[in-house]
């Protein structure tokens, strides 16, 4: 079984862009629900993240 990462993928987009808009936060969501876990890798990107938007480097982007 190939493990993907997928809410890495979405932090690093949101780093990428500097912002975490409401499509990248609902996918995050989505597949810490759908997962009903999460992996360490998950869990260091989303507390990278997390101190990220503290730091203020990241914006979040309220829905429209």
Do not use: C, F, H
Not at 1 to 19: D, S
Not at 30 to 36: D, H, K
Not at 46 to 54: F, N, V
């Amino acid at each position: 079984m190939k493990t993907t990462y997928i809410i890495r993928q979405l932090v690093e987009k949101a780093l990428y862009i500097r912002k975490l808009t409401p499509e990248i936060e609902n996918e995050i969501n989505y597949e810490l629900t759908r997962m009903g876990y999460i992996s360490d890798v998950d869990y260091e990107a989303l507390e990278l993240l997390m101190s990220e938007m503290d730091a203020g480097r990241i914006q979040l982007v309220p829905n429209a």
